[in-house]
């Protein structure tokens, strides 16, 4: 297993929220309230329905099931072995189907080539030594016409406030130190890597979340989350 391009800091904070991954109203709570307009994104802008799909950093599993359930044919990657046992686990509950694998996206890059129709990589970036690399595999695991599908925080005052400040501080949405303001990823600097990629960037929208009324939604601001959507030429 090719585990280079990893924290293992990160993965072992991942690792100890396992147990409550699932839980709506335990410390992944604001990824439960995402998850939706996540989704939503993606199934906009892809034909998912029977569609071979790739979840890169899928932690316990949320989007890879919403995935599944929308009709694709999922696998599903990470690299914290404590949430992928969750998420085989909760699989006995969804009575979906996911083939969860421990491995990176740059060694799944080398086996498999060109045979994702759609690849998401959501929330993982900022947690990562080198994103560039992950951007780099993700659009060799692309089938020509294939697209990607990323999500992070811009490297702004606003995000530093909200997802740091705010989420971890005040509101004690997630455990402090969950973040780290260095990490944040300009869009300019994704929109870079994406073309070095040798992929197209489609187009960028905001993600909008209120924690008080759990409500989320897209909006023309990048300024704190944002989603990003490039494809392969074909």
């Not at 892809?46 to 890879?64: H, I, N």
Request: contains cysteine; charged residues 20%; hydrophobic residues 45%.
């Amino acid at each position: 297993m090719n585990a280079v391009n990893v924290d293992r800091a990160e993965t072992a904070k991942f690792d100890r929220l396992a147990s409550r991954w699932w839980d709506p109203d335990g410390e992944s709570r604001p990824l439960h309230d995402l998850n939706p307009v996540r989704l939503g994104y993606v199934a906009e802008r892809a034909a998912l329905k029977g569609a071979r799909a790739l979840d890169v950093g899928c932690g316990g599993g949320l989007l890879s099931e919403a995935l599944a359930r929308a009709g694709a044919a999922v696998t599903a990657i990470d690299l914290a072995s404590g949430v992928l046992d969750v998420a085989r686990l909760h699989l006995h509950e969804s009575g979906l189907s996911v083939d969860y694998r421990e491995i990176s996206v740059e060694a799944l890059a080398e086996e498999s080539p060109a045979e994702f129709d759609v690849v998401t990589c959501m929330e993982m970036l900022e947690h990562v030594p080198d994103p560039a690399s992950v951007i780099r595999a993700c659009a060799t695991l692309l089938k020509p016409g294939g697209r990607l599908f990323l999500s992070t925080l811009n490297r702004t005052p606003l995000a530093f406030g909200a997802a740091i400040l705010g989420a971890e501080h005040v509101l004690r949405l997630l455990p402090r130190g969950t973040h780290h303001y260095a990490q944040f990823i300009k869009p300019s600097e994704m929109a870079a890597d994406l073309r070095a990629a040798g992929l197209v960037l489609d187009g960028l929208s905001g993600l909008a979340y209120n924690p008080l009324t759990r409500k989320a939604w897209l909006t023309g601001s990048v300024a704190v989350n944002y989603l990003a959507c490039a494809s392969r030429p074909a």
